[in-house]
């Protein structure tokens, strides 16, 4: 782990939670490890198990053994404190149909006990709603509301009471590239401004754009976490495209890592001097740089190693 | 809670058509009534049905007993079965308990708005059906309202154990209420819990017309129903309706512990 992992406090820290629907282990003996200020991707393919592990953080599903600590605090045991100041969207947003999305705001905002007073409330729904690109005065029913605009509506019931930790399960899910966009920019506006983010998703390049540490699970395992610029730092190997494949690798000899089609992966320090070295010997290079790994390579090795 | 819930109530619209089918069935027979002049033999049909024609104030009664049987029960456990599992099937469940809301919080706010719906119920059904008794149906005699045991009621009387037959209707509601809620947090069904309720009520109407089920009876949950007649007999006869208070209590204590225990532990995973 890095030397900022000891400095910052876990905003979430989970110990071998398990979860079990009889045989069945949908989550199995993870521990995470989120701390304040990180926007943390929670990866994983559908079914794996990243929904259940959100509900259990959440004291909506509870765990078969292991433990989960929320702000500090563990959980389900401590929601009353712990849950006014999370900001969550579980699998899919949802609203009342035959109300409108200002109106069901108020009733969710209503239904805790920690009431504001009236004005108070009114304005932050107002905000939370234009935040998101919605029109707090558009009195049309939810029902007519478009996959989009049900996913803003319920990032705005996320945002509403301003929380420290966003646990956001699927995001982007019915935004079109726009709209990803405009809600990854305000995310990453509130996590300068101090809210760290949980943020689960199928998607590795959402993941890739926005998140500082990554987490993968499969089939209820946690077989990666990590610093995303730990896993994306440069390898140490330069890749070399040319047409002369066979001159050139004849050429290099031991130092060649591996071959793909028709790209060289070497074992050097200096692109540049290996660039000069190779042209020298009337090699054709088409491209060179240093080579970095994708997080999806990652990831599909971390998945082929477990 | 409980405010948030009653707007809930009050701001759907199925809340108002169910009213208004409570509402259109003494309507209907109060216009039939008054066009025909026909009521049923005295000591058949529905309570009070027959004592209509001559005396238009009891006409709530009738509407009551005419509601009661059928469409009161059904309309509580439609509303009794969407309360834990609307929210689900609608995914508001999950988003209501991570504001928070309390578990056992949100059940007991949930069962107050079922019962605040019947309150409202009988006294809508009560006042309409008390202006059309005046309009359409007999006068009072000037000598008062005749009681079914054959003696005259004073107005003040008659009001006062109106009153009591009213609230004994709404208390013989509290079983379909709590065994609705019960369902509803079995299933994510609205109408699953709904039908299942019916289920109960319609069985518990079928043992009672059933002799070999005679050890059952006392404690079906339909079984003193119309109990509310005997407030209306001269004296009063407490028995039936003393029972049908304990019977509705023992629904609601039991049944409102079996949602919680089944709630409060529950996976939400859907």
């Known amino acids: ?306 | 809670m409980i405010v948030v819930e009653l707007i809930k109530m009050i701001c759907r619209p199925r809340t108002w058509l169910i009213l208004a089918m409570l509402v259109a069935l003494p309507t209907l027979v109060a216009v039939l009534l008054a066009v025909t002049d026909l009521g049923p033999r005295p000591g058949t049909g529905p309570p009070f049905l027959s004592a209509v024609l001559n005396d238009g104030t009891l006409f709530p009664l009738a509407a009551l007993g005419v509601v009661l049987p059928l469409l009161l029960p059904i309309a509580v456990a439609v509303l009794g079965g969407d309360a834990i599992a609307g929210e689900s099937q609608t995914g508001t469940l999950r988003y209501l308990l991570v504001r928070p809301v309390g578990r056992t919080h949100l059940l007991l706010a949930k069962l107050a708005t079922v019962v605040a719906f019947v309150l409202l119920a009988v006294f809508v059904v009560a006042a309409v059906s008390y202006a059309e008794g005046r309009l359409l149906l007999g006068k009072a005699p000037a000598t008062g309202t005749v009681s079914l045991s054959g003696s005259t009621l004073t107005q003040q009387e008659l009001g006062w154990r109106t009153a009591l037959a009213l609230g004994y209707v709404i208390i013989s509601m509290l079983g379909v209420a709590a065994i609705a809620l019960f369902f509803s947090t079995l299933t994510t069904s609205a109408i699953g819990a709904a039908l299942g309720t019916i289920g109960v009520l319609v069985a518990s109407t079928v043992l009672l017309g059933l002799d070999a089920a005679d050890a059952l009876h006392p404690f079906l949950p339909t079984r003193y129903w119309l109990a509310f007649v005997d407030l209306f007999r001269d004296p009063i006869l407490w028995r039936d309706v003393v029972r049908g208070l304990v019977v509705q209590l023992g629904y609601l204590t039991v049944f409102t512990l079996a949602a919680w225990a089944n709630f409060g532990t529950k996976d939400i995973d859907n």
């Open chain 1, 1 to 306: 782990m890095t030397s900022s992992a000891t400095t910052n406090g876990h905003v979430i820290k989970t110990r071998a939670l398990t979860k079990r629907y009889g045989e069945l282990r949908a989550v199995d003996g993870v521990n995470l490890e989120v701390r304040a200020g990180d926007v943390y991707g929670f990866l994983g393919a559908n079914g794996s198990g990243k929904t259940t592990t959100v509900r259990m953080l959440l004291g909506l599903v509870l765990p078969t053994s292991g433990e989960a600590e929320v702000l500090g605090m563990r959980m389900p045991t401590a929601r009353h404190t712990v849950l006014p100041r999370i900001g969550s969207l579980v699998e899919s947003p949802a609203a009342y149909p035959h109300l409108s999305g200002t109106a069901n705001l108020a009733l969710l905002d209503a239904s805790g006990s920690d009431r504001s007073r009236r004005d108070v409330r009114r304005t932050r729904i107002g905000t939370a709603l234009e935040q998101v690109g919605l029109n707090p005065g558009d009195r049309r029913p939810v029902r007519t509301y478009s996959q989009g605009m049900r996913q803003r509506l319920g990032l705005a019931a996320a945002l509403m009471r301003q929380p420290t930790l966003l646990i956001l399960d699927e995001p982007s899910n019915g935004l079109d590239p726009h709209g990803i966009q405009e809600i990854r920019k305000l995310l990453l506006e509130l996590n300068a401004e101090g809210t760290t983010i949980f943020l689960s998703s199928h998607l590795l390049a959402e993941i890739e754009q926005m998140c500082t540490h990554v987490g993968v699970l499969r089939d209820g395992r946690l077989i990666l976490q990590e610093e995303l610029d730990t896993l994306l730092r440069p390898t140490g190997l330069v890749a070399v495209r040319t047409p002369d494949m066979d001159v050139c690798s004849e050429l290099l000899g031991d130092v060649v890592a591996s071959v793909e089609d028709d790209l060289l992966l070497v074992r050097a320090e200096n692109p540049a001097r290996l660039n000069a070295y190779l042209v020298g010997e009337g090699v054709r290079v088409d491209e060179i740089g240093p080579y970095r790994r994708t997080l999806e390579e990652i990831v599909l090795d971390a998945e082929a190693r477990a």
